[in-house]
Structure formats: structure tokens, C-alpha cells
């Protein structure tokens, strides 16, 4: 990680009684919410909901009308240049200077960050090595891919290593291999320390790495909660389909463990294991073993986008 000291207590980023008005329209009305370190928050919501507005006023880009926000022990609004230097922010239309090359593209942003001369090349290297870009930094801007642009725009929002970072619709216009490719990067980014916030439209993508939950409707924090839906207690949860019914299924659940049961419907079941792929193995093989027919075996998925429409067919009512 960088040299740039920050806080190693308490939450990450806190928000105070957030309010931002726009002529004739509350954005956002009165948010609270902490994020804590080490995590990775979908912030998800329908359009005009308020999210990218959030995420302009944590990243000083926007003056809120009351409130605060304080981001690794800085109050963003009292010292904007500070808390620069303690996030990155990709915003959802980005531009890039087309003409210079990703080295000299990466190099202009470390300047502006004011990365020292002695450790801007390291710095280069460091964030074109994490987005997978290394054999790029003499190609120019303009001549790389929908998904190469956004993987260069990504290196200069974390090029200065900061210990958090806020990703507004990062995997529009990207094709599938592209989306999920970037997945992988953010959780290679919260591995290296990263706390990240991404907002996107892309629920099944934003399951597959977030930690995290933050609903905004009507400029409101609808829903903030972890994402425990792949764990039950210290298990994890795994989903059993059968190819056809089979009334010993109940029985065989229960013999391997009468308190794992979570659910247990007709060709289907879910079921928390203690332990890790060993003992999944372990499951499965009881199980064919016992002459069930097994047409799905699985991890359940964390359970954000059942979440998010359950908050849907609610009305989203604070």
C-alpha cells in the first residue's frame, strides 16, 4: 500500500444528516450511514434516487446544505484537497485525454495527486499492473477498448493507493467477459486493503463481490445491512436440487445434520455446512452416494438482487 498516513479505528467513512437540494427538489434528505473498512457496498437504487448525487457530496464534488461527511478522520467539505488524498472517485462519464499514451494518461493524474517524483513511476507500474493494463502503458487512450478505457480510468482513480474508493456505474457498456473480469479486479482491490462503494444498475454482477447493501430511494437510505446471505451463523449455504422427488431427501438432510436445515421444499433444499469445500464434497458424495438423483449443488448467492426486489414489492417505504 502507499506511504499516505490514515485512521486504523472506527469506521472508514461516516455520514452526518446528509441534505443536498437541487432547485425545486430534495436529493437527498437527511442520510446517516458509516461504511466500514475492508468492505465492498453496493449502492443500488432506482434512477433519481439520489445515489451518484451521494456520491459526488463524500467526494467533496458537491456542497450539501446541512450535514457532514468524514472520510478516514477528515471532514471532506472543511478540507477537500486532505480527503482527496484518502479516496479515489470514477464517476460514471469519465473522459480521457485520447492522444497521450495510458503511461503519460497515469502519470498526468499522479502529478495532479501530487505523487512525488521519486515514486511516480513505481506508482504507474503499480495501478496498470492491478488493472491488467502493463502491456498497454504505450498504447495511446483513444485506440483502447470500451473495456481497457474503463480498466485505465480505474488506475487513476486508485493510482495514489487510497484506502477508499467510490465507482459510479463502473461496468456500463462492458460485454459480459468485461464485467466479470472487473469483478475480479474489485475484489483484488479490497484485498489490497481497499474499501470500495460501487453503484450500478447490474445486481447479479454486484452480488458477486459486494459485502454490503446500501438502498437510496427519493433521497433516503431505504436499507443498510451486511450481506449474510450465503452464511448462517458460521455456515455456509448451500442449495440442493433434485431431478425428481424424493421423500428420503428430509431424512438424509437431517441424518448429516438436524440443525442445518434452512429450507426444505419438495426437489429442493438449503443447507448450511460448517467447514469449507471438504466437507461440501463430503455432502455431496453422502448424498449420491444415498441414490439421489442431484440436478444442482451449489453455494446459495449472497441474496443481494432477492434483497433489492423484496424492497421493491414493499414500495421501498423507509
Known sequence: MSDIAHDAVGPLVTVENLV???????????????????????????????????????????????????????????????????????????????????RRCLDYRARALGIDSTHRAAAIERAAARMGIVDRLNDRAGTLSRGLRQRLAIAQTIIHEPPFVMLDEPASGLDPAARVSLSAVFRELRDAGMTLVVSSHILAELEDYSTHMLVIDNGRVVEHRALTGTDVGQRRLLHIRLVA????????????????????????????????????????????????AVAAFGPVSGGLQDAYLALLREGMTA
Do not use: W
Not at 450511514?33 to 448525487?53: C, S, Y
Not at 477537500?80 to 485520447?98: C, E, I, K, S, T
Open 20 to 102: 443536498f437540494d437541487y432547485p425545486g427538489r430534495r436529493a437527498l434528505a437527511d442520510v446517516s450511514l458509516t461504511i466500514e473498512r475492508g468492505t465492498i457496498t453496493a449502492l443500488v437504487g432506482p434512477n433519481g434516487a439520489g445515489k451518484t448525487t451521494l456520491l459526488n457530496c463524500i467526494a467533496a464534488l458537491a456542497l450539501p446544505a446541512a450535514g457532514h461527511v468524514i472520510v478516514d478522520g477528515i471532514d471532506v467539505h472543511a478540507a477537500p484537497r486532505r480527503a482527496h488524498q484518502r479516496m479515489g472517485y470514477l464517476a460514471d462519464f469519465f473522459g480521457l485525454y485520447r492522444e497521450l499514451t495510458v
Open 245 to 292: 422427488p424424493d421423500a428420503r431427501l428430509d431424512a438424509i438432510v437431517a441424518e448429516i445434520d438436524p440443525n442445518g436445515i434452512v429450507e426444505l421444499a419438495g426437489l429442493e433444499a438449503r443447507f448450511g455446512i460448517e467447514g469449507g469445500p471438504a466437507e461440501e464434497a463430503a455432502l455431496l458424495r453422502r448424498l449420491i452416494e444415498a441414490g439421489l
